[in-house]
Structure formats: structure tokens, C-alpha cells
């Protein structure tokens, strides 16, 4: 019998990201072990985790890794700090101290191609709107490429296969479902863990909210992917309707994510195989 090679795709998602641990963790349970991610934004981040740590143990204890996360871990400083903040550095509304410390907390490895299972990380290049799929680099600096959420977080400069280095923001801008860097990992069967969600019919309150309402429609404009005959596994959640910088409904995500996901695959067939 043919073995399975089994390739996670991980969408942006922001605080949603957490649904995609309870995925990973009836994934887990049933089985599964990637042979390859594909990550963007926070997705990235948590691939990248999960492709450094045992394939059993890990969705668990990235669980617990979450469950602490605050916002002012991610997202640091007052209220009042972000307009000098912007003054100062023009770019961005939050520095990336947090986002640094979550890195060097959450990867084993210094480079991307060290990692034990191979990862592909989307980020978006702004000299040309293209999505780069980068499966080199130091890690560091292509995470912090991936979730640069224009206007919120300062864009990394990143060298570029052309010996060119090249401007690069949050993945979900080139591609917020990253089912085409899926193709270079040769799957046999691709599992989308899909922590987006729609349009929200929401009060905009502040200009980062008609940020992100522009974005979140910019994001979705991108053609199907033809997985040429793989076998796709679709993971949903359903929308708390939380802002993406809130994580105070992290356990409830989690639990999501893993209910829902273990109905859809109790359906698939051969799927520890």
C-alpha cells in the first residue's frame, strides 16, 4: 500500500491562529505526521514550531505556548506611545520587540533549512506584489517578514534569489492561503488549516480598523489553486468575531479547532497511511 505524504498548509490568521493548533491536535491523534509545511504569516509561525518539535507531543505543548499569550506580548507599548512611536519610525504603529521575543521563544533552529521537516514560509514582496515562498534564510528575519502586517509592524529587508535584496511584508498580502508553495513539497495529500474568516460587518472605529477592513478584502483577491489531482483536506472554525489582536479566547479557539477538525476527519479515508 502506497504511503501518504502528507503536507500541512497553514493560512494568516492572526489571533485566529489558534484554531490551527486544535487541528494539528486531532491531526495528531489520528495519526498524521507532515511530511512539509507551508506557512504564512501566523501560520508560519506556528509551522515552523511544530516542524521543530516531536510530531506527537508538539501540537499540545504549542497549545500551552498560546494559552499565555497576551496581547502586549505581541503587540507592546500604550496607547498614548504609539503616536511618538510613529514619529519616530514612520512605518509602523508597533515595534517588533515582542514578535522577536515570540520567535527566538517558539523556533530550535537559527536557519529555515535546519529545521527537522521542511518548511516553506510566504511573505510578500513589495518591489514587485509577488508572494515569495522562502524555504532558506535565517529564520528570524523571514517570521518577521511573514507577519509584517503593513502599518502595524515595520517590512523586513530580505535577500532575494536574484541577488537582490527585496522589501517584504506580512505573507497574507501575496497569499493568504498558501496552497501554491504546497506544489515544491510533491504532497500526496494536502490539509489546509484554514484559521481566515470573511467579511465582518463591524463599526469602524479607527484607522486601523479601515486598515485591515482594505487589506482583508485585498487579501481574498487571488485565483484558485489547481492542486492537479491532490487530495485536499479543507479545516475550518467557526468566527468568535474576535479582533485579531485579542487572545483572550485562545482556549475556545483551540477547542474549536480541534472539535471541528476531528468531525471532518473521521471521513477520510487511509489517513494514518
Avoid at 7 to 21: C, D, F, I, P
Avoid at 46 to 64: F, I, K, Q, R
Avoid at 164 to 180: C, E, F, Y
Avoid at 231 to 246: G, K, Q
Wanted: proline content about 7%.
Amino acid at each position: 500500500m502506497q504511503t501518504n505524504r502528507d503536507v500541512l498548509v497553514l493560512t494568516g490568521g492572526a489571533s485566529r491562529g489558534a484554531v490551527q493548533v486544535g487541528m494539528m491536535q486531532a491531526l495528531a491523534e489520528h495519526g498524521v505526521r507532515p511530511a512539509g509545511f507551508v506557512g504564512t504569516s501566523v501560520g508560519a509561525l506556528n509551522a515552523t514550531y511544530l516542524a521543530g518539535h516531536d510530531p506527537v507531543d508538539g501540537p499540545d505543548e504549542l497549545a500551552e505556548h498560546w494559552l499565555r499569550l497576551r496581547s502586549r506580548d505581541v503587540f507592546p507599548g500604550s496607547h498614548w506611545g504609539r503616536p511618538l512611536h510613529v514619529l519616530r519610525h514612520r512605518t509602523s504603529l508597533y515595534r517588533t520587540e515582542g514578535l522577536e521575543r515570540l520567535v527566538d521563544a517558539w523556533t530550535t533552529a537559527r536557519r529555515l533549512e535546519d529545521l527537522p521537516v521542511p518548511v516553506r514560509v510566504c511573505t510578500a514582496r513589495l518591489e514587485t506584489g509577488e508572494a515569495v515562498y522562502h524555504d532558506t534564510g535565517l529564520l528570524r528575519s523571514v517570521l518577521l517578514a511573514s507577519t509584517a502586517l503593513p502599518s502595524v509592524f515595520p517590512p523586513v529587508v530580505l535577500p532575494g534569489d536574484d541577488g537582490l535584496a527585496g522589501t517584504h511584508v506580512d505573507g497574507g498580502i501575496g497569499d493568504l492561503v498558501p496552497l501554491a508553495g504546497a506544489a515544491a513539497l510533491a504532497p500526496t495529500r494536502v490539509f489546509l488549516l484554514d484559521a481566515t474568516v470573511g467579511p465582518r460587518n463591524r463599526p469602524l472605529r479607527h484607522p486601523i480598523d479601515v486598515l485591515l477592513a482594505a487589506l482583508s478584502v485585498s487579501m481574498r483577491i487571488r485565483p484558485r489553486v489547481d492542486l492537479a489531482g491532490v487530495e485536499l483536506v479543507h479545516l475550518t472554525a467557526p468566527d468568535l468575531d474576535v479582533r485579531m489582536h485579542d487572545f483572550s479566547r485562545t482556549a475556545e479557539h483551540v477547542r474549536l479547532g480541534r472539535e471541528h477538525a476531528r468531525a471532518v476527519l473521521g471521513g477520510v479515508r487511509d489517513l494514518a497511511v
